[in-house]
């Protein structure tokens, strides 16, 4: 099977990133009103435009963060996808990608008017799908270490071990930078991805029971 919303994804967010770095990133007054367009930050809860909650997951801030993303969509999309199918993943990934969207724009609403000259967040908008890639990792250690060999195939363990502790691991260290560090979105992003999967998969694991 190939995983062609998954490419198809990773495809877009390089294209994105090429015409970014060809036709805006060289003039900075173009590039911050870009960024201000189709990033996310209080305007689109005013009304304004709902847009950014989709483009921002297609903008990025420099190639490695680019890279980071593509490389863990290409490492556990793949997976999801053969799973729940291309029209079930498209779904986690966008509706985790809004939630994080959601979230950001909220707090900027409701704690940057009196703080906008002092914290970093409030004057830059959010840009990247590591929210979204990351509810796909998350799907990953859901789907095996929890749903799959509990439900479907119980001797299947050993064979899925070393991929779920390394999602396990990721999703630790990102909790712990949260907890003890700066405020992160990224959080609402594995949160979704955990919810979204089990919902659309409990339906198919039962019938295999």
Known sequence: MVAWATYSVVVAN???WLFITLFVSGDQ???????????VSQTPLKGVNPLPFI???FIHENPFHMLLDVFLLLIFGRIVERHLGAARFLFLYFSSGVAVALYHALHLLFSCPL???TLPE????????????LAIAASVLNIYAFLYVIFV???????????????????????VFS?????????IGLASGFLLSYMLLKEELSGSR
């Open 153 to 175: 195939k119980p001797n299947s363990i050993l064979r899925i071990v070393p991929l779920a502790s390394f999602v396990a691991v990721f999703i630790g260290q990102l909790l």
């Open 55 to 57: 483009t921002y997951m």
């Open 122 to 133: 409030c004057l830059m908008p959010l840009v990247g799908s590591t929210g979204a890639a």
């Open 179 to 187: 907890v003890f560090g700066v405020w992160n979105p990224l959080s």
């Open 29 to 39: 007054a173009k590039l911050s009103s870009f960024l201000l367009t189709y990033g």
């Open 115 to 117: 703080y906008t000259t």
């Open 14 to 16: 390089v294209v994105v």
